[in-house]
């Protein structure tokens, strides 16, 4: 079943290809990019299931045998990112399609967003299948080209602004990056992510450790761990919501999956590991206290999407076998969640005419399906029993008492915190936006009325949203569905944490990647 491997990355190109050939074909876009995407979550759901079964699954690229040439991996938590990530990109799609009919542009959209959608997503997958660093570095480079783009179209004058902040700080963190790679080569004479499991323990404690900074200060970047992160929130909100959508699901989480592969693969034994441990607490703490001074929805929610990368770091940092399967669990939910939550915030937005607090309110009663759709994602962010977010922070939890140490219990009691401070959050927006009365200048359902921007200005031509009518069908289906697929989580939550854990040890273990690789044991 190695053939599967590479399909995630192949079929998203070859669709990205397809749909620019079909510019001006607007359905015809639409319906190759699903049925790409389909078959995307498919092949990955495959993927699972065997690398489960057989251990991890290796193709190596145009036939060149390894280390030579590139190999692709799927192990179970490549595989396991693959699921949860095309799943995501499927719904934000159909979104994003029912956005563009809702706005009456459907037969006459940005000719580049399909293609570039597309290119974005196999620049996630080629990230998570990548079995070296550089490899790993162009999948970084492919999803940040298509998210350049993504994130500035309608060419606003905010749009523009933030996305010279999003390069700026992304060409920094790729070229950190790039220059890690260079001293990694000219150190070890390989990027194999197999081979340098040996080499890289031969290598001096002070030069391993040099090399390992480097690496974590540009996944550190990419995933916006404070004080890294301050880039994200100026950044996310001023972009179309199903595009925001995708970044706060999965962009963040491709460089917290770096940090998890090569804290555990390359460079085991938790020297870095009191470090990780302090940043995690800073992540979350910081995170969430921008949260609540927040007085727009989709800023809230960015400073809460930084905020909760901090537990993924505190599962990481803790370097045991319990704290990482909870990390991977919390990885998993907080894809899914958080791409939810700003798709409803999207609704809010049409609905509304504005993300603003002070704008909103009696959303509830105006629009009782908006409100569900709002609040039992925003309970799992929170971590209310017995959502998904409940049980990884237990398990989060679980993990530090075990640890017994003094960061591990500061941790602990920062995570509870942030968990409260994050409801606290959560039930403001409620208050403000869904339960009180409506404020008067929101557009009762009918008016058309041009949405405001978060920032109090109108609508731009080129986006846009009327604000005050129903909801449209397809956008609130979407959203919908993601919610149905968070309480999914729930409920599965036993066969994933088993998954999770089987994936924590072998990523701990590291003999099972690098066997599956080098069958006869790594040059």
């Given at each position: 079943m190695s053939w599967l491997v590479p399909l995630p990355v192949v079929m998203p190109?070859?669709?990205?290809?397809?749909?620019?050939?079909?510019?001006?074909?607007?359905?015809?876009?639409?319906?190759?990019?699903?049925?790409?995407?389909?078959?995307?979550?498919?092949?990955?759901?495959?993927?699972?299931?065997?690398?489960?079964?057989?251990?991890?699954?290796?193709?190596?690229?145009?036939?060149?045998?390894?280390?030579?040439?590139?190999?692709?991996?799927?192990?179970?938590?490549?595989?396991?990112?693959?699921?949860?990530?095309?799943?995501?990109?499927?719904?934000?799609?159909?979104?994003?399609?029912?956005?563009?009919?809702?706005?009456?542009?459907?037969?006459?959209?940005?000719?580049?967003?399909?293609?570039?959608?597309?290119?974005?997503?196999?620049?996630?997958?080629?990230?998570?299948?990548?079995?070296?660093?550089?490899?790993?570095?162009?999948?970084?480079?492919?999803?940040?080209?298509?998210?350049?783009?993504?994130?500035?179209?309608?060419?606003?004058?905010?749009?523009?602004?933030?996305?010279?902040?999003?390069?700026?700080?992304?060409?920094?963190?790729?070229?950190?990056?790039?220059?890690?790679?260079?001293?990694?080569?000219?150190?070890?004479?390989?990027?194999?992510?197999?081979?340098?499991?040996?080499?890289?323990?031969?290598?001096?404690?002070?030069?391993?450790?040099?090399?390992?900074?480097m690496l974590l200060l540009a996944f550190g970047i990419k995933a916006a761990v404070f004080p890294l992160s301050a880039w994200l929130p100026d950044s996310y909100p001023t972009a179309p919501a199903p595009v925001t959508a995708v970044f706060a699901g999965l962009l963040t989480k491709v460089g917290v999956y770096a940090i998890i592969r090569t804290e555990t693969l390359l460079f085991p034994g938790g020297r870095t590991a009191d470090l990780l441990m302090v940043i995690a607490a800073l992540t979350m703490v910081v995170g969430i206290l921008g949260a609540v001074a927040q007085s727009d929805i989709k800023r809230l929610l960015s400073f809460t999407l930084v905020s909760h990368i901090g537990y993924m770091l505190f599962g990481v940092g803790l370097t045991t076998a319990i704290g990482l399967s909870a990390a991977i669990f919390y990885v998993v939910h907080h894809i899914t969640i958080q791409t939810t939550?700003?798709?409803?915030?999207?609704?809010?937005?049409?609905?509304?005419?504005?993300?603003?607090?002070?704008?909103?309110?009696?959303?509830?009663?105006?629009?009782?399906?908006?409100?569900?759709?709002?609040?039992?994602?925003?309970?799992?962010?929170?971590?209310?029993?017995?959502?998904s977010g409940f049980l990884g922070k237990v398990g989060l939890v679980q993990a530090g008492v075990s640890d017994g140490g003094v960061l591990a219990w500061a941790l602990v009691a920062g995570g509870l915190l942030t968990s409260l401070l994050t409801l606290y959050a959560i039930a403001r927006v409620w208050n403000l936006a869904f339960w009180r009365a409506p404020h008067p200048d929101m557009?009762?359902?009918?008016?058309?009325?041009?949405?405001?921007?978060?920032?109090?200005?109108?609508?731009?031509?080129?986006?846009?949203?009327?604000?005050?009518?129903?909801?449209?069908?397809?956008m609130t289906a979407s959203t919908a569905a993601l919610v149905v697929l968070g309480l999914g989580l729930t409920v599965v939550a036993g066969p994933l944490f088993d998954i999770s854990t089987d994936a924590a040890d072998d990523l701990l273990r590291r003999a099972p990647y690098v066997e599956a690789v080098f069958p006869g044991g790594a040059p």
């Open positions: 190109l070859f669709g990205a290809a397809l749909t620019l050939l079909l510019v001006g074909r607007a359905r015809a876009q639409r319906w190759v990019s699903i049925t790409v995407l389909a078959a995307t979550v498919a092949v990955a759901a495959l993927l699972l299931v065997r690398s489960t079964l057989d251990g991890p699954l290796v193709v190596e690229v145009g036939g060149w045998v390894a280390p030579l040439g590139i190999v692709l991996v799927a192990d179970q938590l490549a595989a396991l990112m693959l699921v949860v990530s095309a799943a995501v990109t499927l719904c934000v799609l159909v979104y994003s399609i029912g956005q563009g009919m809702a706005d009456g542009n459907e037969e006459t959209p940005l000719s580049v967003y399909h293609p570039t959608y597309l290119v974005l997503t196999a620049g996630v997958c080629n990230a998570f299948l990548s079995g070296d660093l550089f490899n790993l570095y162009v999948g970084f480079e492919i999803l940040l080209v298509a998210s350049y783009v993504l994130l500035t179209l309608g060419s606003t004058e905010n749009r523009i602004r933030a996305g010279t902040t999003y390069v700026v700080v992304s060409l920094l963190s790729s070229l950190i990056f790039l220059v890690a790679i260079g001293l990694i080569y000219a150190a070890t004479g390989t990027l194999n992510l197999a081979q340098l499991v040996d080499r890289l323990d031969a290598l001096p404690d002070d030069l391993r450790l040099v090399l390992q900074g939550l700003f798709l409803a915030s999207g609704l809010v937005e049409r609905r509304g005419g504005s993300t603003a607090l002070d704008r909103l309110g009696g959303l509830a009663r105006l629009s009782p399906v908006l409100a569900v759709l709002f609040f039992v994602p925003a309970l799992n962010l929170a971590g209310i029993p017995p959502f557009p009762e359902p009918g008016d058309g009325v041009r949405a405001a921007r978060t920032d109090g200005a109108e609508q731009p031509h080129d986006d846009p949203a009327p604000a005050g009518a129903a909801l449209p069908r397809l």
